[in-house]
T-cell receptor, first 113, second 109 residues
Framework: DGGITQSPKYLFRKEGQNVTLSCEQN?????MYWYRQDPGQGLRLIYY???????QKGDIAEGYSVSREKKESFPLTVTSAQKNPTAFYLC????????????FGSGTRLTVV | KNEVEQSPQNLTAQEGEFITINCSYS?????LHWLQQHPGGGIVSLFM???GKKKHGRLIATINIQEKHSSLHITASHPRDSAVYIC???????????FGTGTSLTVIP
């Protein structure tokens, strides 16, 4: 079955360390996205990629970095520059353009201690 | 800025009740997405709408393009319907969706 796999489900890191969240899809979707979810807030876009080797900043890109070397993979690195990294991170993918919606991964809950 | 507003923010219902969750948006859209998020965090797609009405089991979604409003209805609600329901809109021909803050539904047996 096709889908999106995020790993790990839970991640703990010490303050000041970089950490990379994995997102892999086998849906042959061109577009991939990273969102951050905090309690009481809607999903906020961190980065998105419409095509391999290209990506764009979203609304809250500061302190994060991404790469898109393969169509299937869109890893997100939370750097030490991110001031408040503890959150729930969701990866999504979609085909290009309407009428297609998103397919979501199951998320990674990152806690920085 | 918040292109998408949902109401109510929280909703508690007795099992069997008819439930309505509302979503309003402020700009023209090409599609609206209703999503369900369970306590574990994963999100599943319920409906994609650009006009009219869609039904799947006990779930019904409607959209009124002129009024910039969509509703999600749940008939004969059940405790397993307890989740956060999220509305998201796509503007124009872009790929990106903009999300509401969600409606947290609790159905009590």
């Amino acid at each position: 079955d096709g889908g999106i796999t995020q790993s790990p489900k839970y991640l703990f890191r010490k303050e000041g360390q970089n950490v990379t969240l994995s997102c892999e899809q086998n849906l042959n979707h061109d577009a991939m996205y990273w969102y951050r979810q905090d309690p009481g807030q809607g999903l906020r876009l961190i980065y998105y990629s419409q095509i391999v080797n290209d990506f764009q900043k979203g609304d809250i890109a500061e302190g994060y970095s991404v790469s898109r070397e393969k169509k299937e993979s869109f890893p997100l690195t939370v750097t030490s520059a991110q001031k408040n990294p503890t959150a729930f991170y969701l990866c999504a993918s979609s085909r290009q353009g309407p009428p297609y919606g998103y397919t979501f991964g199951s998320g990674t809950r990152l806690t920085v201690v | 800025k918040n292109e998408v507003e949902q109401s109510p923010q929280n909703l508690t219902a007795q099992e069997g009740e008819f439930i309505t969750i509302n979503c309003s948006y402020s700009v023209g859209i090409s599609a609206l997405h209703w999503l369900q998020q369970h306590p574990g965090g994963g999100i599943v797609s319920l409906f994609m709408l650009s006009s009219g009405k869609k039904k799947h089991g006990r779930l019904i979604a409607t959209i009124n393009i002129q009024e910039k409003h969509s509703s999600l209805h749940i008939t004969a609600s059940h405790p397993r319907d307890s989740a956060v329901y999220i509305c998201a809109v796509r503007l124009g021909t872009g790929n990106q969706f903009y999300f509401g803050t969600g409606t947290s539904l609790t159905v009590i047996p």
